[in-house]
Structures are given as C-alpha cells and as structure tokens.
C-alpha cells in the first residue's frame, strides 16, 4: 500500500472514531458535520456561524477562476481536496438546528433574500485579490462593516479569517448566554473568539491536520491569557 493510501485510510479511521476535543467552553468534534446535523434536534443552537468551502479552486465565473489553489501564499497542498461546496442539504440542515445564521461567503450559494449582509474590508492593497469578503445573515438589520487586515504571518489555513472579526460578530448579533455552532473549524479563529468573549461553542472538523493546528493555537491561546502581565 502506497504512502498515500496509507494517509487516507488513516484519515477515515480517525473520522469514524468521531474524537471529540474539550477545552474549556469550546466543543471540537472530528466528524462530518452534515452528519452530524442530521441526528440533531431543532434549533439546538442559538447562533451558527460558519464558513464553510466555497469552491474558489474550480475554474470558472462564479467560483474564482481556480484562484485559491493557485496562489503562490497557498502552500496547502490539500485544498482540492477540501475546498467542495456544500449540497443543499447542509443549508437545510443548518437553517432547522440553529435560529440564526452568519455564513460567509453567501454570494457563492442559492440563499434567500436578506437585508442584512457583513463586509469584511481586508484593507487588501493588491487590486487582483478580492477586496473583501460578504457573510450572508438571518437577520433582519442593516447592512454592516468591518475593516481588518489580514495580512499576518503564522496563519495555519488558507482561508483563516482574524479572530477580532468574530468578536465584532458576537458583539453585534449573539446574546448573553447563546450557544454557537461553527460547522467548519478550520484554523479556530471563531474558537478562539468564543472564548474570549464567553461563548459556548460546538464545533466541526474534518480534516485530522487542521484539527491539530487549531488545537494547538487555541491551547497556546490559554497559556498566554494565563500568563501574569
């Protein structure tokens, strides 16, 4: 059995053991998370704010042109492997478990009308990257923005968004004592977040490398708001 066959089966191993991570009010299950939604009761959850693939590394108008993969600060080499839209199903499914939902890139997927959209300003200088970034919401409030850079170092996903944009989130539209659903962990930022601003947080991963890395940054995280200043 070749090397990579050996990965992926390992790979699936660990996705049918469903491992959960706990840390502190965050909640980290590595599984399939339409799966999972589908033995969930409804509205289980206050507030879903996800970002799930929005398939930007297929070729064509409306999925970025293969743009993601082809990026010379993507060094994932796994993107075309993850980066698959969501069936319908998923939205269903994350529309009956949670009240209210925050999904970015909205633009990309057959989602009903709303008044209510984020912006995220990347403050991006180079003109042939996206300016920024639309979360389409279930609220019925006015259109809303939020400047950040994101041009840092140490990023773990390609896709990683600041974690100061998820506490702009919570501080806008979840309530004291919401529970939160991220469906796709990615790097933690919405973990990282959550926890800094109180939040009960369930989470999904797929993907056993990222669960890792996210794990790791949000344990480093801890140790640092633990340390005596």
């Given amino acids: 059995m070749s090397i990579d066959k050996r990965q992926k089966l390992f790979q699936r191993v660990l996705e049918m053991m469903h491992l959960t991570y706990q840390m502190d009010d965050i909640?980290?299950?590595h599984r399939d998370c339409l799966e999972a939604m589908r033995e969930?009761?409804?509205?289980?959850?206050?507030?879903a704010i996800v970002d799930p693939p929005?398939?930007?590394?297929?070729?064509?108008?409306?999925?970025?042109?293969?743009?993601?993969?082809?990026?010379a600060l993507n060094t994932d080499t796994k993107i075309q492997q993850w980066d698959k839209a969501p069936p319908p199903e998923y939205?269903?499914?994350?529309?009956?478990?949670s009240k209210n939902q925050i999904i970015w890139g909205g633009n990309y997927f057959d989602l009903p009308?709303?008044?209510?959209v984020i912006a995220w300003d990347k403050c991006q200088p180079w003109t042939n990257f996206s300016q920024w970034e639309m979360a389409w919401t279930s609220f019925s409030k006015p259109a809303a923005l939020f400047k950040k850079d994101n041009r840092t170092g140490g990023k773990i996903h390609p896709t990683q968004k600041p974690v100061e944009l998820y506490e702009w989130i919570l501080s806008k539209y979840a309530n004291d004592g919401d529970t939160i659903l991220d469906t796709h962990f990615g790097s933690g930022s919405n973990g990282i977040a959550c926890h800094n601003m109180g939040y009960s947080l369930t989470a999904f991963e797929i993907d056993g490398d990222y669960i890792s890395r996210?794990?790791?940054?949000?344990?480093?995280?801890?140790?640092?708001?633990?340390?005596?200043w």
Avoid at 54 to 71: D, F, H, I, N, S
Avoid at 214 to 228: A, E, M, N, T
């Fill in 27 to 29: 909640t980290l299950h």
């Fill in 40 to 47: 969930m009761e409804d509205n289980t959850f206050d507030l």
């Fill in 54 to 71: 929005y398939e930007l590394g297929t070729v064509g108008a409306y999925r970025g042109a293969g743009k993601l993969a082809k990026r």
């Fill in 91 to 97: 939205f269903e499914e994350l529309m009956r478990v």
């Fill in 113 to 116: 009308p709303t008044r209510c």
């Fill in 214 to 228: 996210s794990v790791d940054r949000i344990k480093k995280h801890q140790i640092q708001l633990q340390l005596p």
